[in-house]
């Protein structure tokens, strides 16, 4: 029984759009899940150093920079207008705590919510007051 009289009967087409969509998940789920190796481009065996700790501990100045904008050199507040204001306060704490003719070493403890700008001028007034040696505090370990 034909009931379908005078039609023709349709080809079945495969609908591609399902497909794709597939293919993309794939695709993304294999680049997310590849690994990538890292491959050295020199290989070079870097020397030992057998040095001793120094038995001198050098001159230190110890400026803090807390989050409000406060100031201090070697647990003193100071207060300044601008930067060479600054780099003379480096200079008269050099003077009371040290040597004379010994450069200090500048560490800078900042607080982590310190503005950038007041680390910028504690390293501006130790290049201005002739200091060259300069380093940052840091936390160690990172457990919270």
């Known amino acids: 029984m034909n009931f379908r009289k005078g039609q023709r009967r349709e080809d079945p087409e495969i609908n591609l759009i399902p497909f794709i969509d597939v293919l993309l998940v794939i695709l993304i789920f294999l680049m997310v899940s590849t690994t990538y190796s890292k491959f050295t481009e020199l290989q070079i065996t870097l020397p030992t150093a057998d040095a001793q700790k120094a ?27 601008d930067v060479n204001g600054f780099a003379q306060s480096l200079r008269e704490a050099a003077g009371k705590g040290g040597d004379a003719g010994k450069s200090p070493v500048v560490i ?37």
């Open 55 to 81: 038995t001198e501990k050098p001159f230190e100045l110890n400026v803090t920079v807390d989050a409000k904008g406060n100031y201090t050199i070697n647990g003193e507040p100071v207060s300044f207008r």
């Open 108 to 144: 800078v403890n900042a607080d982590q919510f310190a503005m950038h700008q007041m680390v910028i001028n504690v390293m501006e007034a130790a290049r201005l007051a002739g200091y060259e040696k300069l380093t940052f505090a840091a936390q160690t370990g990172g457990g919270k």
